[in-house]
């Protein structure tokens, strides 16, 4: 953390993160950080700063996505996915899962970031009624790993490391023009407040369910149907009840 971060007022002290951190957990303490420089730090424009909103959509895994920050602003929408990982982190925009290398060569492989906030996108977008190029994706990873091999930045989606995000979106803010007047602004952000409201404990809990039920294998990851054991000319294997619509399959 910079200390150039706290005297800009774009950090919080010391004594607040060390809260967090224990209320939340790492995981969490990342999306606070992220969402605490958006809110306090220098920026230009009109903003509002929304945090863990679950948008209902109509395919995918579970049924609703879940957003960590997302930053209204008059020159787009900018949505976040905070990566609080150590180590090396290798990876490209197409594969589905990337490398983290810890000490001692140890690797553990996670769901690429990229193709994750795309679906919160997609969400939205649908959501909203806007096109897609009114979003902006940006993976934000700790201070303490090293991006070693990860994918160039598009029109799309844009990768950084958290002590240089304000500086990074300062300059994306800029490149852009202004894209919500008044009257729209207000539209969203009470849209996106209606969204934030709804995602209550309970939502959450019941989506963190269904997502857990997604990595241990018994719910498609492609459509949410349920995994069932079939018998094939090959063998035993594992498809989703909804197939011939969905041809998801994995091995016994
Ligand atoms: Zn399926």
Redesign the pocket.
Known sequence: MSLLGYIRGEQPGYFKTIAVQRAEGVGGLGEYLTEYALEHGVLPGRRAVFRNVLVPRSTGPTGESEVDVLLLHETGIYVFESKNYGGWIFGSAEQRQWTQVLEHGHKERFYNPVLQNRAHVRALAARLALPEDAFRSYIVFSERCELRKVPDDTDAFLICRRQNLLKVLRKDIKARGRRFADEEFDRLSARIGELHEASTDEAKAVHVEQAQRVLAGEV??????EVVRRKGRYGEFYG????P????TRKV
Do not use: A, I
Not at 240 to 243: L, M
């Open positions: 498609c990851p492609r459509c949410g149907g989703c009840s909804n197939y619509r969905c041809t998801f």
